[in-house]
């Protein structure tokens, strides 16, 4: 089933992935912030569904095009779960750093809403795992 790489493998995988992490997000985000809305819920599950599918889709690019640098999944996948939370925290500030807040405190060594720059980087990981692993990388994955 897995034996071929496949880019279609790859981001299916990525999203399934994803949206698991997105669906403990979405069914646990009201014990973390109980003011939280469904806007905010159904957000979080579409958003690791699509942080999935990235990192699926890049896993055809394996060398950089401009620096000729290798990047490798491990390297890859994590520096695009991180970026896209990075970006995801600039969305939702507010949101996430009154989560944050209420989670470890006002005064708390974990109170920066940017430490889910570092949760995307290990989400990021993670997929990027297992869609290599049974998707393979590189060009082979597109076909010819």
């Not at 014990?31 to 055809?60: C, D, K, N, Q």
């Not at 896209?84 to 060594?109: C, I, K």
């Amino acid at each position: 089933m897995f034996g071929n790489p496949s880019l279609m493998t790859r981001i299916a995988i990525g999203k399934g992935i994803g949206f698991l992490i997105g669906l403990a997000g979405f069914i646990l985000l009201p014990s973390f912030l109980p003011e939280a809305g469904w806007l905010l819920r159904w957000g979080i599950l579409f958003w690791y569904t699509t942080v999935g599918a990235i990192i699926g889709v890049f896993g055809v690019i394996t060398y950089h095009p401009i620096l000729k640098l290798p990047l490798p999944w491990w390297f890859r996948a994590p520096l695009l779960g991180a970026w896209m939370n990075f970006v995801l925290v600039f969305f939702a500030y507010d949101v996430m750093g009154a989560m944050m807040v209420r989670l470890f405190g006002e005064d708390g060594a974990l109170s920066s809403p940017f430490w889910f720059t570092l949760e995307g980087a290990i989400i990021g990981t993670i997929i990027g795992f297992f869609a290599t692993r049974f998707g393979g990388e590189g060009e082979e994955t597109v076909g010819k």
